[in-house]
């Protein structure tokens, strides 16, 4: 049986050979028979299809290709099933197509592939058979071919997907302008971007990953220095990428993590003093709206799922509704039932007169919550589209980078 | 994990195993192991007056234990505690051998002096770590040898007292020693000054603004930056803090116990110190008894030393130890903890 990590499990100073064939070296003698291992792993690499340099060191690698190799490792003990966990969370759309290609081979050829993933249309695209999880226990059993993404999506939250709320219409004054704003380095720099974003209305920005939103979020957080000018009237809310690293304190609990961002508003200062009554009461609020589930507001977020991290983040950021709200990728890797209330929530704050920007790698989603659509493509606006007239496959082609 | 179990795994687990290597140690060395700890026990707890060497000791090394804990708190591993203390008891000695005021004018300016040299010293390796991105565990470090010759140079040349007869500054005129708690020994009242200090620091972490920022620096310093939280100011902040509390151990050593300055002042409290901190699991009170336990090991090493003829080095085997078996519990759990789940 082999395993392929949703974190991939490498080491990332040794060569791409030596993390496949660890702990299987070939011998010549007492050493290592590197020569035969470099033509096992280049043989393998052909026999799949997944080309790599067996000499690269693996921590120079893309992701793309840190995942390869971790799939080669584990093809190399022949197993007669494989398990995938997550195994595109961290691809770009291309690199997906070309991963299932390789399994859907491997499947063909007899090799049992059991996939663990929140994307549905990987499931929709590549499975024979699904079966569905919730709070730990198996829901449903389908048949892919005599299902469709709603029906797993309903299995998924358990009843029906939340409405997405009514339209309001947008007010005309810019909340937040963007104007010729170069900030970043090489690949993933931003050349002269400008936009505004209006109070009551979500604009989205579509690209794939590695054009520069990172870059663009930072710049708008303020977190990286550029150059032109961004103007804010009234005050934000930021959902940033990582919740891991750039939200939450893991061994915190909730209360401390709550109030983490808003320690300085008059709400919970008092001179040097923090006033930690008000901070509970917050932070249940929080957890009431966002339906974070917890045993009680002092367990570490750490302990808590993917999903109810992100909507205390989310939660954290709408708290006082903020003029202005950034959110880049506010549902990355978390489950349907959370990133449809995510999207909710977001969908309110815009309702209630909230200029919303959401940058995220999921065309989906914006196609989804967006008002107005930007296309972003190695740093600059490529596109631009309103909500009414928006054209799926002008978009897709706008984000691969022809005209 | 629950509270026994962590308990065990963390510092009791390492003093229980640095004790029995120290027995194992005597056994070698051809000393019963319970004559050894008895007469450590003995000399430091044997009557008022050993109880109120060991206090004093423990008062010696609380100061810069506190300072080092607010520093590891807030993610930065100050290691210069030892030359920051003896910074501030340079300043205190330098000033209050000429200092003619009343007792409690006296002590405060000559405590304050203390605090402010420390946070000065301690504030430099901040300064240098905020805007020039210097590691400091290497500035702070370095910075103890530049305190130790500037301390040296100083009693040797300029401050040097005519009258004595060592390399040391004039003595405090009497009203500028600090009260003693009991009389005929060296306990004064800088021992109420550092217990007040630690509920404090207590206070300070868990109820005020800073302490929570800085508590957040040092769990997650990128969630912290991204939260309104101005990582410049808080790592000299929080550098020059810890500095002045070492800074001011120090003093309180100068117009409490020495009542003169030379370079004897510490026998590397602030090295010892860093295993106090983390024993008392870098909690301001638990630090308290951390540094009391310690005091016992510094006061009766000589006494075990006297009546068992286990060498004073036997409580540095053990110090030792439990610094060891600290840092790689934390390595160990460091590495556990970011490993993917």
């Known amino acids: 049986m082999g395993l392929v990590h949703q974190h991939f499990e490498l080491v990332g100073r040794l060569r791409v050979w030596q993390n496949i064939m660890l702990g299987r070296e070939p011998r010549k003698g007492w050493h290592v028979d590197a020569n035969a291992a470099r033509v096992r792993v280049a043989e393998l690499a052909r026999r799949n299809g997944l080309p790599i340099d067996p000499d690269a060191y693996v921590d120079e690698l893309a992701i793309g290709i840190q995942q390869r190799v971790e799939l080669l490792r584990e093809l190399e003990r022949e197993p007669s099933v494989l398990l995938l966990d997550e195994p595109t969370a961290a691809l770009a759309p291309a690199e997906i197509d070309a991963f299932f290609g390789t399994i859907v081979q491997l499947a063909a050829r007899g090799t049992a592939v059991l996939v663990v993933t929140h994307k549905l249309q990987e499931v929709i695209n590549y499975s024979k058979r699904v079966t569905v999880m919730r709070h730990g226990k198996i829901v449903a059993h389908f048949e892919t071919a005599k299902t469709s993404v709603d029906e797993i999506a309903r299995a998924m939250v358990g009843g029906n997907l939340p409405d997405v709320a009514a339209r309001a219409a947008t007010a005309p004054s810019p909340c937040f302008v963007a104007d010729g704003l170069f900030a970043g380095e090489s690949e993933t720099a931003i050349a002269g971007i400008s936009f505004a974003v209006r109070s009551g209305e979500i604009v989205g920005i579509a690209g794939v990953e590695g054009n520069g939103q990172t870059t663009l979020a930072d710049a708008v957080a303020g977190m990286i220095p550029y150059r032109g000018t961004i103007h804010i009237a009234g005050d934000v809310g930021i959902i940033p990428q990582d919740r891991n690293k750039e939200a939450l304190v893991m061994n915190w609990s909730i209360v401390d993590n709550a109030l983490l961002g808003r320690q300085h508003t008059s709400r919970v200062r008092h001179g040097l003093l923090l006033d930690r009554s008000v901070a509970r009461a917050d932070a249940q609020v929080i957890v009431d709206r966002l339906d974070v589930r917890c045993a009680t507001l002092d367990v570490a977020v750490k302990t808590l799922s993917g999903g109810n991290q992100q909507k205390l983040v989310v939660g954290r950021s709408l708290f006082g509704e903020p003029r202005f709200v950034l959110a880049y990728n506010p549902t990355r890797g978390i489950d349907v039932g959370a990133a449809a209330l995510v999207q909710s929530r977001l969908i309110e704050a815009r309702n209630g007169g909230a200029a919303v920007l959401l940058i995220s790698f999921e065309l989906d989603e914006i196609l989804a919550v967006a008002d107005r659509i930007l296309v972003m493509y190695r740093g600059a606006i490529v596109g631009e589209f309103e909500r009414a007239n928006v054209d799926r496959a002008t978009i897709g082609r706008l984000m691969a980078g022809s005209q | ?341």
């Open chain 2, 1 to 341: 994990m629950n509270a026994y179990r962590r308990l065990f795994s963390g510092p009791l687990g390492a003093i229980a195993i640095a004790v029995a290597l120290a027995a194992l140690a005597m056994i070698v060395a051809g000393v019963s192991p319970i004559a050894g700890f008895s007469a450590l026990f003995g000399g430091a707890l044997g009557g008022t007056s050993d109880i109120a060497e060991t206090l004093v000791q423990t008062t010696a090394l609380l100061f810069p234990a506190l300072g080092i804990t607010l520093a590891f708190r807030g993610g930065l591993f100050n290691i210069g505690a030892e030359g920051q203390l003896l910074i501030g008891g340079l300043a205190a000695g330098a000033v209050g051998a000429h200092l003619h005021a009343p007792t409690a004018v006296a002590a405060v300016v000559l405590l304050g002096l203390g605090a402010i040299a420390g946070g000065v010293w301690g504030g430099l390796a901040g300064w240098m770590k905020a805007y020039f991105n210097a590691n400091e565990i290497i500035s702070t470090l370095m910075l103890n040898f530049v305190a130790a010759a500037l301390a040296s140079y100083l009693v040797v040349g300029p401050l040097r007292s005519p009258q004595a007869t060592g390399a040391e500054t004039a003595p405090l005129p009497h009203s500028a020693w600090l009260p003693l708690i009991v009389p005929d020994t060296r306990l004064s009242i800088s021992i109420l000054i550092a217990i007040a200090l630690a509920f404090l620091l207590r206070f300070v972490l868990t109820r005020t603004i800073f302490g929570y920022e800085l508590r957040a620096v040092g769990e997650a310093p990128e969630a912290a930056r991204r939260n309104g939280v101005q990582m410049r100011r808080m790592t000299w902040l929080t550098l020059a803090l810890s500095g002045a509390i070492s800074g001011l151990g120090g003093a309180t050593i100068v117009t409490g116990v020495m009542h003169t300055f030379n370079t004897e002042l510490s026998p590397g409290y602030g090295f010892t110190a860093i295993a106090v901190a983390l024993v008392g699991d870098l909690d301001p009170l638990w630090v308290c008894v951390a540094a009391f336990g310690f005091g016992i090991l510094e006061s009766g090493g000589l006494a075990m030393q006297a009546v068992a003829q286990v060498p004073k080095d036997a409580i540095h085997v053990i110090e030792g130890c439990i610094i060891l078996i600290l840092a790689a519990r934390r390595y160990v759990a460091t590495r556990t903890e970011s490993a993917p789940v």
